[in-house]
């Protein structure tokens, strides 16, 4: 079973950089896509970017500037850093695993690929306040 | 870029209802890509719904997806107490994923 363990700072000031990693459990890091997805309070969910197998990254344009997702095979875990945080910053940050798959219900196609996210950590509340 | 827009924003039910919830997509957009997740509060989202119509692991059949193009709908047929929650659809693209804001479904 997959599971995945979220570390990291929970309060930061302004200008400071966000770090968070997360730890998989049950599974190789490599193979898989992993990504970085955040929850203002009492808003809805924002996708941050992604990494693939082969290392490179997807990130959401509006925080591409200030993200570096990455991940460590030694320690089978992935992380997001974020640079020069604000306020608006303020959220729950969830990792999750990106599923790239050509089956669904044990049918499988070729050249065709289903992409959802199917294993979640619990989250990591990060408060941005001087 | 591609929005998704859910409606209605809260949908008020009883147990036993059927409650049908739409994400409409604009431009239209492939059904293998569309996705459905429930969050509760203090949890994280948990994957209902892939390729538009696909239940995933252990959700039960009252949850079922249908739709193309432009228009999803999640469907819970017969709903359960443990049902009312906040509910997403998301989609994938090359570019990155995106969320619909989400529709509240709560106890009437």
């Known amino acids: 079973q997959v599971q995945l363990q979220q570390e990291g700072t929970g309060l930061l000031k302004p200008s400071e950089t966000l770090s968070l990693t997360c730890g998989v459990n049950g599974v190789s890091l490599s193979g898989n896509y992993w990504t970085w997805i955040r929850q203002p309070p009492g808003k809805g969910l924002e996708w941050i970017g992604e990494i693939n197998p082969s290392g490179s990254t997807n990130y959401n344009p509006s925080l591409k500037s200030r993200v570096t997702i990455s991940v460590d095979t030694s320690k089978n875990q992935f992380s997001l850093r974020l640079s020069s945080v604000t306020a608006a910053d303020t959220a729950v940050y969830f990792c999750?695993?990106?599923?790239?798959?050509?089956?669904?219900?044990?049918?499988?196609?070729?050249?065709?690929?289903?992409?959802?996210?199917?294993?979640w950590g619990k989250g990591t509340t990060v408060t941005v306040s001087s | 870029e591609i929005v998704l827009t859910q409606s209605p924003g809260t949908l008020s039910l009883s147990p036993g209802e059927r409650a049908p919830l739409s994400c409409r997509a604009s431009p239209s957009v492939s059904t293998r890509y569309l996705a459905w997740y429930q969050q509760k509060p203090g949890q994280a989202p948990r994957l209902l719904i892939y390729?538009?119509?696909n239940r995933a692991t252990g959700i039960p059949d009252r949850f079922s997806g249908s739709g193309s193009g432009a228009d999803f709908t999640l469907t819970i047929s017969r709903l359960e107490p443990e049902d009312f929650a906040v509910y997403y659809c998301q989609l994938y693209t090359t570019s990155g994923i995106t969320f619909g804001q989400g529709t509240r479904l709560e106890i009437k």
């Open positions: 999750a695993r990106l599923v790239r798959s050509d089956c669904a219900n044990g049918v499988c196609y070729q050249n065709i690929y289903f992409y959802y996210m199917d294993v």
């Open positions: 390729g538009a119509s």
